[in-house]
């Protein structure tokens, strides 16, 4: 995935000449987990831009350049880091256009490295994407598959929104094919294999974890279908309707927080407009209400098969 | 036990602010700020302060109407933003905060715009591009960062050091003494100059941040801070037009042709609460605001026109009228300005609307045209 993302980022560089990049260790380094690697060397620094270390500086900064006319792509180097431009990014990038009745267009990218299941320290696996998800002006995206990373990192460059571009780091070596004609427009949800008992809805990193438990309920003889939501801000209600419509039964998995988390609205936009149809509440499979645990503990603390397995069981217990 | 009250930290002495015109309206020079007088249009720098206190005077006033729903004064900062902005050219760019009524006036704004945001007709008001002038910050400090990516903008546009006076540009970035402590100001101070960036931040230091002294933000004078980031800092009378214009140029002109960053620090007193919802006789001596306004910066130019005879009485007649008819402007346009249509907040969040939010849009136009139904809802 990775690789799939410095080719969607090379390729928006050499699209527009006013696309460029900017984080902290980025150029000479190529990024921690290596995603600009080598794009410094061929666009410049002045197109691959160390910055400072400052992430209200980097998404302040952004916002006056895309006023003169650029489409910056900022990396924020882990999820954790990203609070210190909550700042800029909730009560600027996110209202200018409607601060200036449509004047201000504001195409900036924030790139997020996100979640748990890498052994790492405090800081360093965490999911805040509700928190922008629930601020009006941004949208918020995630990529499960290297096919989806490529294309989607170019068309959140090409979006006049600015968008939280979120990655999920434990799946940055995931290996894949990309398939370089007619990608899925970028709000749009994927269903990954079709299936008819119950609706899995998934996003990012849970997206294989989700796909693993389809493959092992179908060795139990359950057909499950898991819905990739790819885009949390909008989201894709149709196709997540349609799915649920068909199978009666949603189970939502996210790692970040249980209580207020996606699945939250999820089970809410279901309750209120398939509620005739839905044979079972709706099912939550996410981390729990506490800051994320050490990295010794992640492992059970995440949502994993097993538990998307309990929540498959008891959906079809009703 | 309770804890010791510490008395404040004594301010560092410092130099008195650089200074050409004096309390009396007495012209002097100054080898670190030089100013040709020849390119000086006194008669607009006096024109521009004293609409500029007109239009606050009367927006204040509405707000006592209870047309606006509040208003942060400018008074007695007339000279440093009408001084700041005279050294502007067309093309370069401004970041205020929420008080530059005085700048926007320069750039060219109908003043009524100002009056939407405080109105609650708008968030904004104005076209930022048309002026080169962005929308009034409230959050403070945020603006310096976007400043810095504007010049960002520049730097790679071939938009400085070119010797074009219609290429070469610069950014002017409002600051308080207030916004000297926000992490992002720091921020945008070593982005500036680590990048060598052409920008100028001009600080009025207004000694007040609400009820805060300046003495809660720093120990020694706003301009000194430049040396640490690595650009120059300059401290004029901000109460004196001059000496605003003369170091805005200066700094501009450096920043336009590739020199770099400056701070300015500008110092100057707000003679008015914070906004109107603030009461300031709660934290400070009517004696100091006293003693500021013996050195009002429109007084201490209009003695300098009258004693030297620069302008004739025409002028302060004209004047007159001009105040007048801005007035009557400000009272009839301020009624006048539109109601914001209940779908424009939908129509402005995204580019385009997203599905979801149009239905949202569909469902709230249906409930606001048809309104209450009687004896349904209350």
Same mark, same amino acid.
């Given at each position: 995935?990775?690789?799939?993302?410095?080719? $969607?980022?090379?390729?928006?560089?050499? !699209? !527009?000449?006013?696309?460029?990049?900017?984080?902290? !260790?980025?150029?000479?380094?190529?990024?921690?987990?290596?995603?600009?690697?080598?794009?410094?060397?061929?666009?410049?620094? #002045?197109?691959?831009?160390?910055?400072?270390?400052?992430?209200?500086?980097?998404?302040?900064?952004?916002?006056?350049?895309?006023?003169?006319?650029?489409?910056?792509?900022?990396?924020?180097?882990?999820?954790?880091?990203?609070?210190?431009?909550?700042?800029?990014?909730?009560?600027?990038?996110?209202?200018?256009?409607?601060?200036?009745?449509?004047?201000?267009?504001?195409?900036?990218?924030?790139?997020?490295?996100?979640?748990?299941?890498?052994?790492?320290?405090?800081?360093?696996?965490?999911?805040?994407?509700?928190?922008?998800?629930?601020?009006?002006?941004?949208?918020?995206?995630?990529?499960?598959?290297?096919?989806?990373?490529?294309?989607?990192?170019?068309?959140?460059?090409?979006?006049?929104?600015?968008?939280?571009?979120?990655?999920?780091?434990?799946?940055?070596?995931?290996?894949?094919?990309?398939?370089?004609?007619?990608?899925?427009?970028?709000?749009?949800?994927?269903?990954?294999?079709?299936?008819? !008992?119950?609706?899995?809805?998934?996003?990012?990193?849970?997206?294989?974890?989700?796909?693993?438990?389809?493959?092992?309920?179908?060795?139990?003889?359950?057909?499950?279908?898991?819905?990739?939501?790819?885009?949390?801000?909008?989201?894709?209600?149709?196709?997540?309707?349609?799915?649920?419509?068909?199978?009666?039964?949603?189970?939502?998995?996210?790692?970040?927080?249980?209580?207020? $988390?996606?699945?939250?609205?999820?089970?809410?936009?279901?309750?209120?407009?398939?509620?005739?149809?839905?044979?079972?509440?709706?099912?939550?499979?996410?981390?729990?209400?506490?800051?994320?645990?050490?990295?010794?503990?992640?492992?059970?603390? #995440?949502?994993?098969?097993?538990?998307?397995?309990?929540?498959?069981?008891?959906?079809?217990?009703? | 036990?309770?804890?010791?009250?510490?008395?404040?930290?004594?301010?560092?002495?410092?130099?008195?602010?650089?200074?050409?015109?004096?309390?009396?309206?007495?012209?002097?020079?100054?080898?670190?700020?030089?100013?040709?007088?020849?390119?000086?249009?006194?008669?607009?720098?006096?024109?521009?302060?004293?609409?500029? *206190?007109?239009?606050?005077?009367?927006?204040? +006033?509405?707000?006592?109407?209870?047309?606006?729903?509040?208003?942060?004064?400018?008074?007695?900062?007339?000279?440093? =933003?009408?001084?700041?902005?005279?050294?502007?050219?067309? =093309?370069?760019?401004?970041?205020?905060?929420?008080?530059?009524?005085?700048?926007?006036?320069?750039?060219?704004?109908?003043?009524?715009?100002?009056?939407?945001?405080?109105?609650?007709?708008?968030?904004?008001?104005?076209?930022?591009?048309?002026?080169?002038?962005?929308?009034?910050?409230?959050?403070?400090? +945020?603006?310096?960062?976007?400043?810095? @990516?504007?010049?960002?903008?520049?730097?790679?546009?071939?938009?400085?050091?070119?010797?074009?006076?219609?290429?070469?540009?610069?950014?002017?970035?409002?600051?308080?003494?207030?916004?000297?402590?926000?992490?992002?100001?720091?921020?945008?101070?070593?982005?500036?100059?680590?990048?060598?960036?052409?920008?100028?931040?001009?600080?009025?230091?207004?000694?007040?941040?609400?009820?805060?002294?300046?003495?809660?933000?720093?120990?020694?004078?706003?301009?000194? *801070?430049?040396? @640490?980031?690595?650009?120059?800092?300059?401290?004029?009378?901000?109460?004196?037009?001059?000496?605003?214009?003369?170091?805005?140029? =200066?700094?501009?002109?450096?920043?336009?042709?590739?020199?770099?960053?400056?701070?300015?620090? +500008?110092?100057?007193?707000?003679?008015?609460?914070?906004?109107?919802?603030?009461?300031?006789?709660?934290?400070?001596?009517?004696?100091?605001?006293?003693?500021?306004?013996?050195?009002?910066?429109?007084?201490?130019?209009?003695?300098?026109? *009258?004693?030297?005879?620069?302008?004739?009485?025409?002028?302060?007649?004209?004047?007159? =009228?001009?105040?007048?008819?801005?007035?009557?402007?400000?009272?009839?346009?301020?009624?006048?300005?539109?109601?914001?249509?209940?779908?424009?907040?939908?129509?402005?969040?995204?580019?385009?609307?997203?599905?979801?939010?149009?239905?949202?849009?569909?469902?709230?136009?249906?409930?606001?045209?048809?309104?209450?139904?009687?004896?349904?809802?209350?």
């Amino acid at each position: 995935m990775v690789k799939a993302l410095n080719d $969607g980022l090379r390729q928006a560089l050499t !699209d !527009d000449p006013k696309v460029l990049l900017m984080g902290e !260790d980025i150029g000479r380094l190529g990024g921690v987990f290596r995603v600009t690697d080598g794009l410094r060397k061929d666009f410049g620094d #002045l197109r691959v831009v160390d910055t400072p270390l400052g992430e209200a500086g980097i998404v302040g900064a952004a916002i006056g350049l895309a006023m003169r006319g650029y489409r910056p792509v900022c990396e924020l180097q882990f999820d954790g880091f990203v609070y210190p431009a909550a700042n800029q990014i909730i009560t600027q990038l996110a209202k200018l256009r409607h601060r200036s009745a449509g004047r201000i267009s504001l195409p900036v990218v924030i790139r997020i490295p996100y979640g748990g299941g890498i052994g790492s320290i405090e800081h360093h696996s965490e999911s805040p994407e509700t928190y922008f998800a629930h601020t009006a002006g941004l949208k918020v995206v995630t990529c499960s598959t290297p096919h989806d990373a490529f294309h989607m990192i170019q068309q959140a460059v090409a979006d006049d929104d600015p968008v939280v571009f979120l990655e999920p780091k434990r799946h940055y070596w995931t290996k894949g094919e990309i398939d370089p004609s007619s990608p899925q427009p970028l709000d749009r949800a994927v269903v990954r294999p079709e299936g008819t !008992d119950v609706t899995v809805i998934a996003y990012g990193p849970t997206v294989p974890v989700a796909l693993e438990a389809a493959e092992v309920a179908a060795e139990e003889g359950r057909s499950v279908e898991v819905v990739d939501l790819r885009s949390l801000s909008p989201w894709d209600t149709t196709t997540v309707r349609a799915s649920v419509h068909r199978t009666g039964r949603a189970v939502v998995v996210h790692e970040a927080a249980h209580s207020h $988390g996606f699945g939250a609205e999820v089970a809410a936009r279901l309750q209120d407009e398939e509620f005739h149809f839905l044979e079972a509440p709706v099912v939550r499979v996410t981390g729990y209400d506490t800051p994320y645990p050490p990295s010794r503990l992640e492992s059970d603390w #995440l949502p994993g098969v097993d538990r998307i397995l309990n929540a498959i069981d008891r959906s079809l217990s009703y | 036990m309770a804890p010791t009250e510490t008395a404040p930290p004594e301010t560092a002495p410092s130099d008195p602010p650089i200074q050409l015109l004096d309390r009396s309206g007495k012209l002097s020079t100054d080898d670190r700020l030089p100013l040709d007088l020849a390119t000086v249009d006194l008669a607009t720098l006096h024109r521009d302060m004293t609409l500029t *206190r007109r239009l606050d005077t009367e927006a204040i +006033a509405l707000q006592r109407q209870g047309e606006l729903g509040l208003w942060p004064s400018l008074r007695g900062q007339e000279a440093a =933003q009408v001084g700041a902005a005279h050294a502007l050219r067309r =093309q370069d760019m401004v970041f205020p905060t929420y008080r530059e009524h005085g700048v926007a006036w320069c750039r060219g704004l109908d003043p009524v715009a100002l009056l939407g945001l405080f109105r609650g007709t708008t968030l904004g008001g104005w076209d930022p591009y048309a002026h080169h002038f962005n929308l009034y910050t409230l959050v403070i400090g +945020a603006q310096t960062l976007h400043a810095v @990516g504007y010049a960002m903008g520049l730097h790679r546009d071939d938009s400085t050091g070119t010797g074009d006076p219609d290429r070469d540009t610069a950014v002017l970035a409002f600051l308080g003494d207030g916004a000297l402590s926000e992490g992002e100001t720091n921020e945008a101070f070593v982005w500036a100059a680590a990048q060598n960036l052409p920008v100028v931040f001009f600080c009025q230091n207004n000694q007040w941040a609400i009820s805060a002294p300046y003495s809660v933000q720093s120990r020694i004078p706003a301009a000194q *801070r430049a040396a @640490g980031y690595g650009f120059p800092g300059i401290r004029v009378d901000g109460n004196d037009v001059l000496a605003c214009l003369a170091a805005t140029r =200066q700094a501009l002109h450096r920043a336009r042709s590739g020199g770099g960053p400056t701070l300015i620090e +500008a110092v100057t007193y707000r003679l008015n609460a914070h906004t109107t919802a603030d009461d300031a006789t709660r934290y400070r001596p009517a004696a100091e605001t006293e003693d500021w306004a013996a050195r009002d910066p429109l007084e201490r130019l209009e003695a300098h026109l *009258r004693s030297t005879g620069a302008v004739t009485d025409d002028h302060f007649t004209d004047l007159e =009228q001009r105040e007048r008819d801005l007035a009557e402007q400000l009272r009839a346009g301020c009624r006048e300005l539109a109601e914001p249509d209940p779908a424009s907040p939908f129509e402005h969040t995204y580019a385009q609307i997203p599905a979801d939010l149009r239905q949202q849009l569909r469902e709230h136009l249906e409930f606001v045209s048809t309104g209450p139904q009687d004896g349904e809802r209350q």
